[in-house]
């Protein structure tokens, strides 16, 4: 059985905003939304070191009618400057998370900078009681703060959440899973669409893992870093591992 995105208690009375990146997941909840009939806006937030997903979203306008809203950053200090002190801090961060046993998404500042900050300086301009938010996180997500945070809207039977800033959330992937997009964006030909997110991330830098999710995201972002003078020992290993052939005798 497929979950769909579930639109059911959205107030279509609201002026509906789509935050879209252009991946699989934000498509999908666009595409379900315009087979519904929905009206809405799609924002985009242009970093500068996207992956493609403006040209996705360029598509998705065409087929939906819904205007599409580009957002980019365009203060004082120069975006690769921000992104080359953020890449700077992973010694520490790795400390910290050492000590600590955790990661905190503000630990670098270029998402803060190049992505939040331009979206919410738009979102300011909103009418809190009139506009709703409609975010593609699913309820399958690896963050295991989304998890919990749609985990609590299913116990509550709810797809809505009212933040502690004022604004409405919709969250109409609450129940997707990976699968339950597959297939929506495979009813509309797009199944090959791709992940969405910067080319060049130090998070990436941060957990080995990563390179099995964007493996050209990660090597990217490890040579960057070590162009910088960082290291890392499990970068070196998973390097080896996953990107030289092997020797089957």
């Not at 009206?39 to 065409?62: C, I, K, S």
């Not at 900078?113 to 690896?142: C, F, M, N, Q, W």
């Not at 997009?181 to 957990?207: K, M, N, Q, T, W």
Request: charged letters at 25%; one cysteine or more.
């Amino acid at each position: 059985m497929i979950h769909r995105p579930d639109y059911s208690q959205l107030d279509t009375r609201r002026e509906v905003f789509f935050l879209a990146s252009g991946g699989r997941d934000s498509t999908a909840m666009v595409l379900e939304a315009h087979s519904l009939g929905l009206r809405g806006t799609m924002l985009f937030n242009d970093t500068g070191l996207d992956r493609g997903g403006e040209p996705v979203l360029r598509r998705l306008a065409d087929l939906t009618g819904y205007p599409l809203v580009v957002l980019k950053y365009d203060g004082d200090t120069p975006a690769g400057e921000i992104l080359r002190k953020s890449f700077l801090r992973i010694p520490e961060v790795l400390a910290k998370m050492k000590s600590t046993g955790r990661y905190w998404k503000n630990y670098f500042y270029c998402c803060k900078a190049l992505k939040h900050g331009p979206t919410e300086r738009y979102l300011r301009t909103l009418d809190k009681e009139s506009a709703v938010l409609v975010l593609g996180i699913k309820g399958s997500d690896g963050s295991v703060t989304r998890r919990l945070r749609l985990a609590e809207l299913r116990d509550r039977q709810t797809f809505l959440r009212r933040h502690r800033n004022g604004r409405l959330y919709y969250y109409p992937l609450r129940d997707c899973s990976d699968a339950d997009v597959a297939a929506v964006l495979d009813e509309y030909g797009l199944a090959g669409i791709s992940s969405s997110g910067c080319s060049l991330c130090p998070v990436f830098c941060l957990f080995a893992g990563m390179v099995k999710k964007e493996p050209s995201t990660w090597l990217r972002s490890v040579n960057y870093a070590r162009r910088l003078g960082i290291r890392f020992e499990f970068a070196d290993q998973t390097e080896l591992m996953h990107f030289c052939p092997g020797d089957d005798g």
